[in-house]
Protein backbone atom coordinates (compact mmCIF):
# COMPACT_ATOMS: atom_id res chain seq x y z
CA UNK A 1 0.00 0.00 0.00
CA UNK A 2 1.40 3.17 -1.10
CA UNK A 3 1.25 6.33 1.46
CA UNK A 4 -1.09 7.83 -1.14
CA UNK A 5 -3.73 4.98 -0.71
CA UNK A 6 -2.96 5.24 3.12
CA UNK A 7 -4.03 9.04 2.89
CA UNK A 8 -6.66 8.35 0.61
CA UNK A 9 -8.33 5.79 3.04
CA UNK A 10 -7.97 8.29 5.93
CA UNK A 11 -11.11 10.76 3.98
CA UNK A 12 -13.11 7.99 2.39
CA UNK A 13 -13.74 6.79 6.14
CA UNK A 14 -15.64 3.37 6.69
CA UNK A 15 -17.40 1.84 4.47
CA UNK A 16 -20.94 1.25 4.85
CA UNK A 17 -24.10 0.39 3.78
CA UNK A 18 -25.90 2.71 1.86
CA UNK A 19 -28.70 1.55 1.34
CA UNK A 20 -29.24 0.14 4.98
CA UNK A 21 -32.71 1.79 6.68
CA UNK A 22 -33.40 2.17 10.68
CA UNK A 23 -36.40 0.44 11.53
CA UNK A 24 -36.34 1.93 15.10
CA UNK A 25 -34.16 1.65 18.22
CA UNK A 26 -33.11 -0.41 21.41
CA UNK A 27 -34.00 1.42 24.86
CA UNK A 28 -33.46 0.75 27.98
CA UNK A 29 -35.46 2.10 30.30
CA UNK A 30 -32.83 2.07 33.25
CA UNK A 31 -30.75 3.62 32.13
CA UNK A 32 -31.94 5.81 29.16
CA UNK A 33 -29.41 4.27 26.83
CA UNK A 34 -30.06 3.90 23.02
CA UNK A 35 -28.70 1.75 20.58
CA UNK A 36 -30.01 1.75 16.63
CA UNK A 37 -30.76 -1.06 15.59
CA UNK A 38 -28.65 -1.06 12.40
CA UNK A 39 -25.54 -0.79 14.87
CA UNK A 40 -26.99 -3.72 17.36
CA UNK A 41 -25.19 -6.82 17.18
CA UNK A 42 -27.33 -9.39 18.51
CA UNK A 43 -31.37 -9.04 19.14
CA UNK A 44 -32.14 -8.07 21.57
CA UNK A 45 -29.32 -6.32 22.81
CA UNK A 46 -27.84 -5.78 26.17
CA UNK A 47 -27.26 -2.36 27.69
CA UNK A 48 -23.87 -1.17 27.51
CA UNK A 49 -24.17 0.71 30.69
CA UNK A 50 -26.15 -1.84 33.13
CA UNK A 51 -26.37 -5.23 30.98
CA UNK A 52 -30.11 -5.36 31.17
CA UNK A 53 -32.12 -6.67 28.35
CA UNK A 54 -32.99 -3.83 25.73
CA UNK A 55 -36.87 -3.34 24.22
CA UNK A 56 -37.00 -2.85 20.61
CA UNK A 57 -39.02 0.90 19.65
CA UNK A 58 -39.85 1.68 16.53
CA UNK A 59 -38.98 4.99 14.43
CA UNK A 60 -41.37 7.69 14.97
CA UNK A 61 -41.89 8.19 11.25
CA UNK A 62 -43.28 4.64 10.76
CA UNK A 63 -46.71 3.98 10.78
CA UNK A 64 -48.05 4.90 14.49
CA UNK A 65 -46.70 6.15 17.58
CA UNK A 66 -43.32 4.99 18.69
CA UNK A 67 -44.13 5.64 22.51
Not at 26 to 39: A, F, M, N, S, V
Amino acid sequence: MSVLDTVRGLFDGPETDATAESKGAYWCDDCGERILDLDAEEEPPACPACGEEMRFERSPDSAGCAC
